[in-house]
């Protein structure tokens, strides 16, 4: 009780620990040296309140009502701004020594969070609060690392809370947050970004899209982009014109929810049908099962539908069937029928035990918060119907990052990885580097089995539904996928899923666009083109 009657705390805030990517040398986030203003109201002579009041109000353009209520105010210490630039602040040091005043003021060392790039990478990045904490994105995940701990300045008072000069005062530093390094490839990150907004906007995507690209050997995020994008500069600012115009005629929930809206990563909080690019989960599990091979010829035929329990299903080209089919011409042509039959062949506990394994059932356990996981019928309600569904990539859902994990799995000789989103963690002060290490999780499928889904997959490209994902001079593999957006909605989402170059796979690209009504249709075949940065791809490890 003494030493809170005789002591005056002011504190002293850390500078947040800077966010890099994956080169470590793009800042992705950094705090600038700012200036927080405070008083000690009791320290500042009544005659010079009004005074104190009107200078603030001139200097930092505040309301001098509010201002002056402060330094009226009986209490130990008031914030009168935050976060304000040296510039200002020495116009204030300027006034006070021209006036005389050298008690009362305190002008004290505080930061600002910036973002260099402003939206780029604004999902996965996220932004920080008034107090530079940390409320979304790595800024929110890795909070305890980049936040450091604050410092203070304790003085001594006397009984009526009065300074006791300076040779009470007492300063304890504050230790700044440490470093974070991501897996983001800033180059990477800013072509995919491009390329995504330029599909969204060629495609009129209502509910915008967003892209996933893995190292499928490490399990790192070269890049992860929602689209449309905000300014992490200024987060509470509305990125689509429309809702702007609207703003202040929505209530106060109303704003909250589309705000949250607006900062959702979807790639790893957001669930949807995947549609036939799921193809590949029944194709290795077929493989692995030996229950087909991928060049007998005739071994399936398509006729336009399949009977299931009494339900007709139709073949998406069920006005021309596909015929005799090899399971390699079945993936290529995307044959509905073919990928029933094998599911019934699979059975329920078979395909649920590869669902576990390519981890549809769980979090991938990213980095990042909010993340979902699949949302699939309980094990024990799949009849014949439901399982027929399943085996083609409906009445299902799971996230993108999902999606990009199990077919990095394929890529990657069978052998699963945890999605890495952070490299490193650096503590400037002392030099040390925690690595945080590629973490393997499971062998899903044979080394044989990946080979094979793989060799199908860079005919799906060459020959099949993904010709327009060619690139030149690369080995591409993919599937092409279109589902609908709910039931009944009339919705649609349509998406690719690629893997290059197949001989020595780098990196795993699922583009996903919601509800696309453009000319171009929603057809995943109709719309994919897959850049590649040529240079980019062969200087990474």
Not at 326 to 355: E, T
Not at 457 to 480: D, H, I, R, Y
Request: proline share 3%; net charge neutral; hydrophobic share 35%.
């Amino acid at each position: 009780m003494a030493y809170k009657q005789q002591s005056l705390d002011r504190k002293i805030n850390p500078k947040r620990g800077t966010i890099y990517d994956a080169t470590e040398k793009n800042v992705l986030a950094v705090s600038a040296t700012v200036e927080t203003v405070t008083v000690n109201p009791i320290n500042i002579k009544e005659e010079n309140k009004e005074k104190v009041a009107r200078a603030f109000t001139e200097i930092f353009e505040l309301d001098y009502e509010v201002v002056l209520k402060k330094v009226k105010k009986r209490s130990s210490i008031e914030t009168i701004i935050k976060k304000v630039d040296k510039e200002k602040t020495d116009k204030l040091r300027q006034w006070m020594q021209k006036n005389n005043i050298t008690t009362g003021i305190n002008i004290d060392e505080d930061s600002k969070r910036y973002y260099p790039y402003n939206d780029l990478a604004s999902h996965v990045i996220g932004f920080c609060g008034s107090d530079n904490q940390g409320l979304d994105g790595i800024e929110a995940k890795y909070e305890e690392v980049l936040k450091g701990s604050s410092g203070k300045i304790i003085r001594v008072t006397d009984a009526k809370g009065g300074e006791i000069g300076k040779e009470g005062e007492d300063y304890i530093a504050a230790i700044d947050g440490k470093d974070v390094i991501l897996s983001i490839d800033m180059t990477i990150q800013s072509i995919a970004e491009k390329y995504l907004k330029q599909a969204c906007i060629d495609n009129v995507c209502t509910d915008g899209g967003n892209i996933v690209m893995m190292n499928p050997k490490t399990g790192d995020i070269i890049a992860m982009a929602t689209y449309p994008g905000y300014d992490l500069n200024s987060p509470y600012t509305i990125n689509q014109d429309e809702l702007k115009n609207s703003w202040e005629n929505l209530t106060a929930p109303e704003r909250t929810k589309n705000l949250q809206q607006m900062w959702r990563n979807k790639a790893i909080a957001d669930t949807y049908e995947p549609g036939s690019t799921f193809k590949l989960v029944t194709t290795s599990a077929a493989l692995e099962e030996g229950i087909t091979i991928p060049d007998k010829e005739g071994e399936f035929n398509c006729s336009g539908a399949i009977e299931i329990a009494g339900v007709r299903i139709k073949c998406w080209r069920h006005y021309r069937p596909h015929g005799a089919e090899s399971l390699r011409q079945a993936l290529m042509n995307s044959c509905n029928p073919v990928f029933i039959g094998l599911g019934q062949r699979i059975g329920v506990d078979k395909y649920y035990g590869y669902l576990k394994k390519f981890g549809f059932l769980d979090k991938t356990g990213i980095e990042l918060p909010g993340e979902a996981k699949g949302i699939f019928l309980a094990q024990n309600k799949v009849g014949p119907v439901e399982l027929a569904t399943i085996s083609f990539g409906q009445r299902f859902e799971v996230t993108p990052l999902q999606m990009v994990s199990a077919v990095s799995a394929i890529a990657n000789d069978g052998m699963k990885m945890k999605p890495r989103i952070v490299k490193k963690i650096i503590d400037t002060k002392t030099g040390e580097i925690q690595e945080i290490q590629a973490e393997k999780t499971e062998q899903i499928i044979s080394e044989k089995t990946a080979k094979e889904v793989l060799s199908m997959m860079q005919s799906v490209v060459a020959e099949g539904t993904g010709k327009n994902a060619t690139v030149k001079g690369f080995t591409v593999g993919g599937k092409t996928g279109t589902s609908e957006d709910g039931v009944n909605t009339n919705k649609y989402v349509t998406s690719f899923i690629g893997v290059a170059p197949i001989t020595d796979p780098q990196v795993v690209i699922l583009v996903t666009l919601y509800n696309p009504t453009g000319e171009g249709g929603h057809q995943g075949g109709a719309w994919v083109i897959l850049t590649t940065h040529s240079e980019t791809m062969k200087n990474r490890e």
